[in-house]
């Protein structure tokens, strides 16, 4: 399975900042995901994004708010814009080998204060 | 609505015990079903998966029993050990849009020494 890293592991923002998460993988794949998990709770998936194409965004999230940037097979990019302490949660990529399988990254523990 | 509805939401087994965590699901046009295990700071990881061609599928102590005519699966954990202490989620996706993944809610087991 694809080896998955995320930077930064955590940090601390102040409201009303943005913070960039990058997620690396080890191989070249075609479909990456980016979701957000507070904590105790389950996934909620924030975006697709397919190199190439524009990423598709779920219901409730929008690219000003979650832009994310795909430059090539191996890396993607979310920013969390105009932070608020609603946005204090786990950021997690994940990435889709074929046969529908996802890998997730180890995962972005970000605090808003 | 919860597409895939995961059930108990808490688990305490004795060690040697049997964890039996179950997943229902609405949409006939799901055909994989993944179990992800996530252990606290980490991100979920793959446990174990299966399509609707096979009603039952055993990885080591690991097994997904599936009945399709009741839109059910489950997991099964033989002789559960401490170590396998972590909450599960059960997911399940269909062809196109994306193949995202539709998670349940989580199971946090716990398992006694």
């Known amino acids: 399975s694809a080896v998955i890293s995320q930077k930064p592991s955590r940090d601390i923002c102040q409201r009303g900042t943005s913070l960039t998460i990058q997620c690396q993988v080890d191989?070249?794949?075609?479909?990456m995901f980016w979701y957000r998990q507070q904590p105790g709770q389950s996934l909620t998936l924030i975006a697709t994004?397919?190199?190439?194409?524009?990423?598709?965004?779920e219901s409730g999230f929008v690219i000003d708010k979650f832009p994310i940037s795909r430059p090539n097979l191996t890396f993607s990019t979310l920013t969390v814009s105009n932070m608020s302490p609603e946005d204090s949660s786990i950021y997690l990529c994940?990435?889709?080998?074929?046969?529908?399988?996802?890998?997730f990254g180890p995962g972005t523990r970000l605090t808003v204060l | 609505q919860q597409q895939v509805k995961q059930s108990p939401q808490s688990l305490i087994v004795q060690k040697g015990g049997i964890s039996i965590i179950n997943c229902a699901y609405e949409?006939?046009?799901?055909?994989?079903f993944p179990w992800y295990q996530q252990f606290p700071g980490k991100g979920p990881a793959l446990l174990i998966a299966i399509r609707p061609d096979v009603s039952e599928k055993k990885e080591g102590r690991f097994t997904i029993s599936f009945n399709k005519s009741a839109k059910q699966f489950s997991l099964h954990i033989m002789d559960s050990q401490p170590g396998d202490s972590a909450t599960y989620f059960c997911a399940a996706s269909r062809p196109g849009n994306n193949r995202k993944l539709i998670w349940g809610l989580g199971t946090s087991l716990a398992v006694n020494p």
């Open positions: 949409n006939t046009a799901f055909d994989y």
């Open positions: 994940s990435v889709d080998e074929g046969a529908d399988t996802q890998y």
């Open positions: 994004a397919n190199q190439g194409s524009e990423a598709t965004y």
């Open positions: 191989s070249q794949v075609t479909m």
